[in-house]
């Protein structure tokens, strides 16, 4: 695929954006070359360049640097400073310091070929409840109970039932058989649902996905429901007391939970007042698990990005009787945070930095509280040190048994306590025998059969490879595992029945394969902290930080990096210290989809190569950098992934998605896990009204100008009626260079207008700008553009 690039100067004297160069470079080509892109400036404007490519990821190039092979093959979610890239969500939301804007389009401003294999299945019902949840007022439910189940308060004002269509997640019954096959993973394996698939409508319209949209209401299916949801003044909404109401309603089904008041941050000083978490021990007392939604300080909250918050809200925590509880836990990223109890300025600083409805969720930290909990060992960056702050908020928070960790660029079209609820059961009947090495599998149905199948398959290759064998604790030295690890009941095993470990929990679970990292050329692989025997310090590996972590393995995590200073790479910390302690682990095969047909045979030998209780332990592992590209970065689950993004995007009617909806259904996915996805809506949901970088509200910056000496720089003024203007007029340039639909009712709806004024004033914009672009290219750059500038502004 070519990708155009084209420069932009946009400077005061001129009412049209003027293309400086232009340049075609394949994609191959980009990623195998190293790219000079320093040049001089003779205006003294700052440049920032954008490389979009297909599925709509933008990176911004900081000049004088050289773009590099690598930075193709993988995505960050934040800008950073230190690489010579920075991904940019959106070219929309690009804030302009000076007067240069560069837009790029992929051939020829083409959008994706929308991903019709995963878009002809037949929906053989109407609209139904999508309801996962178990029968409470069963006998075989109450006698695992210390109590009964108690409906809980949803955000609408009243009691929640499993029967309202306007409130519960639903979907369609549909002929399975048209739809690809997964090709690793599946839902027989672990009983997940697929009966059921679900269009953006019936995933998040109980969200409010039709709220105020004339778009979504024009097409939404008005057979099913009343559209209750839509009516719900969600801003208003205090999630955080929902969830505590709902958990008071149903405390008796749980341990008792503590006293104390909200947490607003991880302070150090919190420690002493913390009582240790005590496990349940075969009791009736039913467990709680924290969900943690990573973030971080100036993260930009799409509406798409509140629509899965509130399914996860509601599915995991509300319907089922306070079973989760989600908290935003988010990086300050060295922004000074508030005193501990100085309740005021906390409010005003959640009111500053998030969403009015997720104020009350957010749990804060920054690196200065890392260090304080953690002196001994150097580092705390998330890349290389990621469950620190999980490690202590399990600390602050012993009423939680276990803890799911997400990451805000997933997303799950499925419903989200049957995927929490069946990773767990899967997870707790697994036996303990040579468990690590069918972890280090991608699971192939196609050739490894039935999950039992594959069961018997490993255990009837393992022996004689015990020495590769994982069974019990691997202890590494300078850490103290007495009297905590988990002894297997014989000393081999090949000796044992396969009964050691069914009904355990897991004290870890993933959603991608483990693998010993030591010979393999993963790039992680020898980020060893302090431990005595550095780099012979026995390891594993589970990439993609999105996991359930137990109570149990967050405090010994935190007892040895308090007590020894030592640690590993995020993504080897979990897992390795469930291998030094004996601690139980599990992978769950999840269906992971791709966007080309495999051989299943030419698949497993490039997924799992290696000797039994090797697989994926050498140099060419599929972990190892760069081999494999083909496999990881074209499937809907992984650590940098192009096709999760391209298909969320279809299945939200992006892209190709409009042009296919006008003769066919709306694509209609079943359960699918995706990560990343990062590049959704060009809207930003929130920004406080005070700033003066808000995106939506304030115009782009021209070309930055200097005070008069002995005078100071004015204060930004609030945005006035050119300023939408401007704003409008740079949304028209990116949508003509990019392809970014402009959301007119998303954007009126932000900046407080009504609707029907942005989309006159849009279109009045739109025609002058329309009209312009047509004219005579030779009025470019001469003195009469300067006039044309005023006309603009004065529509």
Sequence with gaps: MAVSIILYDWPKTQRKAKPLALGQFSRQNLRGSQINLDFADSNGFLPVFVFRFSQGRCYRLVPGRVLHNSLFQRSYSSPIESEAVQVIADPSLLPLTSSVLICISAAEQSVDPFPSDYAGQSRISAQVINDPYPHYDSVEWKSKSKGPYQPCIGPQGRLLSRK????????????????????????????LNKSLCADRYSRYGAYGYLEGNDTTLHNWNGTFGSNEAAEIDWEQVDWAHLQYECLQRNSVRYRSQPSEGKIFALYKSLDSDVQPHEPLNGTDTQPRTAVILRSWIGMKYTENDLYHIRSMLMELSLYSGAEYELILLIDSQGKKLPKRDDHAAWKAFNAKHLPRELRSLAVWFNAEMLKDWYPGIEVH???LQYFQPTQIFSRLHPQYDYVWQFEMDSRYTGHMYDL???????AKQQPRKYLWERNSHFYIPAVHGTWEEFMKKVDQEMPGHDSNSVWGP???????????????????????????GVGEEADLITW????????????????VFNFPQDQETPRWAAVVAMSRISARLLGLLHKDKVQSGVGLASEMSPISWALYYGLKTVQIPQPVYHDAKWDPEELNRRANPGEPGQVNAGFNSIWSWGQHNDIIYNTTFMFNSEFAEKLYRAWLGYDGAKEWEKENPRLCLPPIFLHPVKNLDFTLLFQHPSHSKNLITTPPKMAPTQPKAGKSPSKPKEPKDSDLKKQLLFLWICHKVSGVNIDIPAVARHLGIKNKAAQMRYTRLKKKLDEMEASNEETHGKDKDTEGEGDIMSD
Aim: negative net charge; aromatic residues 14%.
């Design 164 to 191: 309202d269509e306007d409130m519960m997640m639903s979907g369609f019954r549909w002929n399975t058989s048209d739809f690809p096959t997964p090709i690793f993973g599946s839902y027989e394996s672990w009983n």
């Design 381 to 383: 960056v998330a890349i």
């Design 420 to 426: 929490l609820h069946k990773a767990t059961e899967f």
């Design 474 to 500: 691997r202890p590494a030295e300078g850490i103290d595992i007495e009297g905590q690890a988990m002894n297997p009941p014989v000393p081999r095993p090949e000796d044992e029945p396969g009964s050691w």
């Design 512 to 527: 991608l394969p483990h693998f010993n990292p030591v010979g393999t050329d993963w790039p992680f692989r020898d980020r």
